[in-house]
Structure formats: structure tokens, C-alpha cells
């Protein structure tokens, strides 16, 4: 299963200007990978990048219904202080989720390094959105280097 599993890391924030060229780079990713045989897809069900990736792939199912939405969260409580147009947005993806995993049933103060750990291993190729050298994506990114995934990173200006 692993080597034809890909998982997703990026930023919460995505600078508005760049969204229309990050969802097209996003999905024809995703057309590459299907048609290499790539069927079960792991997003962390953070906002922001991990959002977009977890819709893009059920857009996709709709379509090669042989592809799976893997969620792989921190806790069950992940979504404490959101908004609540993001806590539905994300009970959306939740219902449509071919897997559920929590890495720990509460939050802790390594939840979320877990998860991001939990991905990677998880997976052989690591799909990018990571334009900061800090914080949690350049940590799964670098992590996903060192675990010899392949990797593909979007947006141009992505740290090399």
C-alpha cells in the first residue's frame, strides 16, 4: 500500500494571488499521479493547503472511484478553535473520508508532530506546498527527504 500512497503537506495560509495557480498545479498533480497508479491520498485535515488537497482529491473520486481520501489527524479535537464556517467545511470532508485516523484521542503538545510523522510513514511520495524554510510543512518536507519519499513540490517559489 505504501508505495502507492502519497500524502500532502502545506501552509495554512495560502496568499490569495496565489490559490488559481496552486489548485491548477494541485490537480494536475493529481491527474499525473492516478495515471501512475497512485490510489490512496493522505491529507492531516489542517486548514489551508491540507483542505484544499483533501477536497481536490474527492473531486477526483467522482471520477476514478478507484482513488481513496485518507484523513490522518492529530486529535479529535482539532478543530476547538475554529471558525465555524471552517469547523463545516471540514465535518464535509470528514463525512466523505474513505479512512479516519487519529494519531492520539486528545490534543498534546506532540499531536501534531505525530501526525505530520504518521504521513509521511505512511506514504513513498510527498506532494508540497511549502514556500518557508520554519514551521510544521518545511518540517514534513524535510522529514518526507530524509525518509527517501519523492517529492513534489508546487509552487514555484518552494524552498529547493
Known sequence: ??????????????PKGTLPGLLTELEQTLEYLIGRGVCYFCTGGA???????????????ERAPQISLILVLPCRE????????DVDRYQAILQKADQVVYVSQHYSQDCMLLRNR??????????????RSTGGSAYT????????????????SCIR
Request: aromatic content about 8%; glycine content about 4%.
Open 78 to 85: 482539532q478543530t476547538k478553535n475554529w471558525s465555524r464556517a
Open 118 to 131: 504518521s504521513l509521511v510513514d505512511r506514504s513513498s511520495i510527498c506532494v508540497a506546498y511549502c514556500i
Open 141 to 156: 518536507l524535510n522529514y518526507a527527504q530524509k525518509q527517501g519519499l519523492e517529492i513534489i513540490r508546487l509552487n514555484k
Open 47 to 61: 486548514l489551508g493547503f491540507d483542505t484544499i488537497a483533501a477536497e481536490a482529491v474527492l473531486r477526483f473520486r
Open 1 to 14: 500500500m505504501k508505495e502507492k500512497t502519497c500524502c500532502f503537506t502545506g501552509h495554512r495560509i495560502i
